[in-house]
């Protein structure tokens, strides 16, 4: 994929461990303020918590030229979503509302709970954030046998390098677990998962996941200009060996890897397919027929 020297989303941030308001800064602020003005320590903790962004909140930061290889590659990546889907919203009559990206290594604290690198990747429709663990792309690039980028081989050798367009299209499958949820589509499964057996539940999860490859899929097709040979071979390839426990979505409050599957490898490669070649999101109705 041509994604070197390309716009980069403003939207992607790193997640730089917790706010200091809730810890040592806190209670010391607390203290002075308690010593010098007579002021309820309380009040003070809870001032300094709400000046550090929040007791509880993860503090990040937006990224800058000296963010890793893959901070730079996720933010185009995002910028194309946002092209993207700005574009297809606009032909809808809608107005896109873009999603930040949070890069964290370690734990995350989300709306949908606290999560760690064992998540894997997810979406937490509770603050409409896309939450992404670096080593996730590491361990992508072991487990499908993808050399990934060496450092400082030059530009040509950046390019188009085996396992970008797979990265990629995790990125894209996230967001359009956001798009879902911006046209309301998984709320309306989640009323519907709660009036359901556990079964029928699972396959409503699972025409939840396909719409979202076929969403990626409309991605690709309108991002035709930056991908190379052998890319959607790559994303296909993704699809059908990303297993379910690390492509894992959190589920209402708390971000649990879930178990839900995201439908069989020929299920994902045909849904991502269908959007592929479309390029419409109206070719990506996978909750009524067979999927
Ligand atoms: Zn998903």
Redesign the pocket.
């Known amino acids: 994929m041509k994604w070197r020297g390309r716009r980069q989303s403003s939207n992607v941030r790193m997640s730089g461990g917790k706010a200091a308001g809730g810890g040592i800064l806190g209670i010391i602020i607390g203290l002075v303020l308690w010593l010098v003005f007579d002021m309820n320590p309380m009040t003070a903790f809870q001032t300094g918590s709400s000046v550090a962004g929040g007791g509880g909140s993860t503090q990040t930061q937006p990224i800058d030229e000296n963010s890793g290889r893959d901070a730079q590659f996720v933010s185009v990546v995002l910028a194309d979503t946002e092209r993207v889907w700005s574009q297809v919203f606009q032909e809808n009559g809608m107005t896109y509302r873009e999603p930040e990206l949070i890069l964290f290594n370690g734990r995350v604290t989300s709306a949908c709970g606290s999560a760690s690198s064992a998540t894997g990747p997810?979406?937490c429709p509770g603050d409409q954030k896309v939450y992404l663990d670096t080593s996730f792309f590491a361990e992508m690039r072991q487990s499908l046998g993808i050399s990934g980028d060496q450092q400082g081989s030059g530009d040509a050798g950046n390019q188009g390098k085996a396992g970008d367009f797979a990265q990629a299209y995790v990125v894209a499958?996230?967001v359009?677990?956001h798009v879902q949820t911006l046209l309301g589509i998984s709320q309306k499964v989640n009323e519907a998962r709660r009036q359901v057996s556990k079964t029928q539940g699972n396959e409503l999860s699972v025409r939840?996941?396909l719409q979202?490859?076929c969403f990626a899929g409309v991605w690709a097709n309108r991002n035709q200009q930056y991908i190379e040979a052998g890319d959607i071979d790559e994303a296909l390839h993704a699809a059908s060996q990303i297993g379910d426990d690390r492509?894992a979505?959190n589920r209402g409050q708390v971000a649990v890897p879930d178990n839900f599957t995201?439908g069989t490898s020929q299920q994902r490669v045909n849904w991502f397919t269908q959007g592929f070649q479309s390029g419409d999101i109206n070719s990506c109705d996978t909750f009524s027929g067979a999927i």
């Open positions: 997810f979406y499958h996230e359009g677990h939840q996941e979202a490859d492509l979505h995201h």
